[in-house]
């Protein structure tokens, strides 16, 4: 009798935890189906979203380009260091110095096919005469009033100022390069330039190749 007592309480027990785990088995199951579901429709959004770059991000890629690319290697006034030209701080993009005398043009190298450059790179000789590299700091002498078309003008078209029917851009600026360049990168050039240090310096026009003075 105390026996069989004994085995219809494990058996009520039994039953008791399996219909327990039942209903919570039950409660729980829409839940989790629900979160599943919840889960998978988050993660496929209806609408692609729209990827948005902000100026800091901009101005960050166009100083990576500007500095990669080596625009300094012609637009920035330099100093002779311990490694050979050096830009000097403070006048970064800013072009050929205003004032700065041209060192001697030798008519004899010309002549047997050379082209020349000034010590920093700022200034060049050849068949075009001699060109100065611009002033593309943001100052009021750089391009700092240019709007962003202008830029893309002067890269893309070879325009001087940017504007289309003025004259071609001289060599050696190497804008038939850049002009390959996409919207976006041009477009982070141009924030980056816009952002640097103004600099006033007024580079003087460029010298044909009749009025050369050479020796
Ligand atoms: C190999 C030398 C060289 C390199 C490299 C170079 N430039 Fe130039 N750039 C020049 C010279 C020289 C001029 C002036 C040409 C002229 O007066 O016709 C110039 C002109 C320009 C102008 C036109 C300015 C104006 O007033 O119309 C812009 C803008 C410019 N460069 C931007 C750049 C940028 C940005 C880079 C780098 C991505 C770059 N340049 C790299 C030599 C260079």
Same mark, same amino acid.
């Given at each position: 009798?105390? *026996? /069989?007592?004994? &085995?219809?309480? #494990?058996?009520? %027990? &039994?039953?008791?935890?399996?219909?327990? &785990? %039942?209903?919570?088995?039950?409660? %729980? $199951?829409?839940?989790?189906?629900?979160? #599943?579901?919840?889960? @998978?429709?988050?993660?496929?959004?209806?609408?692609?979203?729209?990827?948005?770059?902000? +100026?800091?991000?901009?101005?960050?890629?166009? *100083?990576?380009?500007?500095?990669?690319?080596? #625009?300094? =290697? #012609?637009?920035?006034? *330099?100093?002779?260091?311990?490694?050979?030209?050096?830009?000097?701080?403070?006048?970064?993009?800013?072009?050929?110095?205003?004032?700065?005398?041209?060192?001697?043009?030798?008519?004899?190298?010309?002549?047997?096919?050379?082209? &020349?450059?000034?010590?920093?790179?700022?200034?060049?000789?050849?068949?075009?005469?001699?060109?100065?590299?611009? @002033?593309?700091?943001?100052?009021? /002498?750089?391009?700092?009033?240019?709007?962003?078309? +202008?830029?893309? /003008?002067? $890269?893309?078209?070879?325009?001087?100022?940017?504007?289309?029917?003025?004259? =071609? $851009? $001289?060599?050696?600026?190497?804008?038939?390069?850049?002009?390959?360049?996409? =919207?976006? =990168? %041009?477009?982070?050039?141009?924030?980056?330039?816009?952002?640097?240090?103004?600099?006033?310096?007024?580079?003087?026009?460029?010298?044909?190749?009749? *009025?050369?003075?050479?020796?």
């Amino acid at each position: 009798m105390r *026996k /069989t007592q004994i &085995l219809k309480s #494990c058996f009520t %027990l &039994l039953f008791w935890n399996k219909a327990k &785990l %039942l209903f919570t088995f039950l409660i %729980l $199951l829409p839940l989790v189906l629900s979160s #599943c579901k919840e889960k @998978n429709y988050a993660s496929v959004p209806d609408e692609p979203k729209e990827l948005t770059t902000t +100026q800091e991000q901009k101005v960050k890629r166009g *100083k990576y380009l500007v500095t990669t690319i080596g #625009c300094a =290697d #012609c637009h920035s006034p *330099k100093k002779f260091g311990e490694k050979g030209p050096e830009e000097i701080k403070g006048l970064e993009l800013s072009g050929y110095p205003q004032g700065e005398e041209l060192p001697v043009i030798s008519r004899d190298a010309l002549e047997k096919g050379w082209m &020349l450059m000034n010590g920093d790179l700022t200034a060049a000789v050849g068949p075009w005469g001699v060109s100065f590299a611009a @002033n593309i700091t943001s100052d009021e /002498t750089g391009i700092g009033s240019w709007s962003e078309e +202008q830029f893309k /003008t002067a $890269l893309r078209k070879g325009k001087f100022k940017g504007m289309e029917n003025a004259r =071609d $851009l $001289l060599p050696p600026m190497p804008w038939f390069n850049f002009a390959l360049m996409t =919207d976006e =990168d %041009l477009e982070a050039m141009y924030a980056y330039l816009q952002s640097t240090k103004p600099v006033n310096n007024v580079v003087p026009p460029p010298i044909p190749p009749g *009025k050369m003075v050479m020796k």
